[in-house]
């Protein structure tokens, strides 16, 4: 049906004309013109079109650089930035989403701060004929979700839990080796797949002797930080050192992100410990400078620039009414399977850093 209205319209001439339709009602609530659920080929809207970014928080390095990026590309596009952060609160993020509804915002992306507890109002985003990009993390139990940008998520867990042991050979000896595992924040549904991707490589280790968890605590359950706290992390850490650890040296921790991996490094100095191994994620600025320092063992980059760039991709796409490109995967959300269109995520440890970050001056700088 979409090409057949293409192809009536014809060409180029035949989307400008749509695109002025949609332009007219601009602000309207219900972009009827637009209201073609299919993620593929529908009305496209005014270039100049307000888009909203609905970020979950501004704790981590990335969802700042998400902040200033987004709003920099889709200027560049010559479209207009909506960005707000839901600081961790579902209820929060919700409001704002629907205050970008009501704006008349024509895209909204999404990094949920609980990807189960959006799909009402993204419903109403969908019925608006507004499409809707999850942005990092996936948007679970809801069909109003068009596409999903994000580096792979499990392969990110499997990136960590690999560089978890790669330090420890290279830097604790032989073994077996003292480990203790950390989560990210529960209802962020990339804190689960990082996990399971972890243990993927960590539990036969564990299974063989190899490894030994003296907490004994190897749930995700046990495991998770909730909203990705530092300090709740560094408390847990604490605990676990005082509980298990009197001495007794631990060798390693697996962190899901760089905060979380500077938090475990403090406690675990704080206790009188040697420096244990510990991975990251996100390649935050102190974190590559602790890694440069040798500290910190590694951690994942996973350049904001770029997932940006591929969120910003897709809502030209959809802007000029296009079918979008083919996804990398799909993921089954609970309702429907959602195209993910996923970038690969990178080891950085500080063999490889000058490397990893040749076209990142910002990070290269910090290198000396
Ligand atoms: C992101 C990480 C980030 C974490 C906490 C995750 O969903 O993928 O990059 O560190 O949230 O903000």
């Given at each position: 049906m979409k090409v057949t209205r293409r192809s009536l319209l014809g060409g180029a001439a035949g989307m400008t004309a749509l695109v002025g339709l949609s332009a007219c009602g601009g602000s309207d609530r219900g972009g009827s013109a637009a209201s073609a659920s299919a993620s593929s080929g529908s009305a496209g809207f005014a270039s100049d079109a307000s888009i909203g970014i609905s970020l979950p928080w501004l704790g981590t390095q990335n969802w700042k650089e998400a902040q200033d990026l987004f709003t920099s590309q889709l200027k560049e596009?010559?479209?207009?930035?909506?960005?707000?952060?839901?600081?961790?609160?579902?209820?929060?993020?919700?409001?704002?989403?629907?205050?970008?509804?009501?704006?008349?915002?024509k895209v909204i992306v999404v990094g949920p701060v609980d990807g189960k507890q959006l799909g009402d109002v993204l419903g109403q985003a969908k019925s608006a004929g507004i499409k809707v990009i999850g942005y990092d993390r996936l948007i679970e139990n809801t069909d109003a979700v068009d596409a999903v940008t994000q580096f792979g998520s499990v392969r990110t867990g499997e990136l960590q839990g690999q560089s978890l042991l790669d330090g420890l050979k290279a830097r604790k000896g032989s073994g077996p080796y003292n480990i203790e595992l950390f989560g990210g924040g529960p209802t962020d549904p990339n804190a689960p797949n990082f996990f399971k991707g972890a243990m993927s490589v960590l539990q036969p280790k564990i299974d063989d002797g190899t490894l030994k968890v003296l907490s004994g605590q190897t749930s995700f359950d046990k495991c998770g930080t909730e909203n990705w706290s530092n300090a709740k992390a560094q408390s847990r850490m604490d605990s676990l050192l005082a509980g298990s650890y009197q001495g007794k040296k631990i060798d390693g921790v697996l962190a899901p992100n760089d905060g979380i991996a500077r938090a475990i490094l403090t406690s675990c100095k704080q206790a009188g410990q040697a420096v244990p191994v510990v991975d990251g994620l996100d390649a935050e600025n102190e974190s590559v400078i602790s890694i440069w320092k040798g500290e910190q063992w590694s951690t994942v980059a996973k350049p904001t620039k770029l997932l940006v760039g591929k969120a910003v991709e897709l809502i030209k796409a959809m802007q000029k009414g296009e079918t979008l490109p083919e996804p990398s995967e799909k993921e089954n959300n609970g309702k429907i399977d959602v195209p993910v269109y996923a970038l690969d995520p990178v080891v950085v440890t500080k063999d490889n850093a000058k490397e990893a970050f040749k076209d990142d001056p910002a990070r290269l700088k910090l290198l000396s």
């Open positions: 596009a010559g479209m207009k930035a909506v960005v707000q952060s839901a600081e961790n609160s579902a209820p929060t993020q919700q409001q704002q989403i629907s205050a970008m509804i009501q704006q008349g915002c």
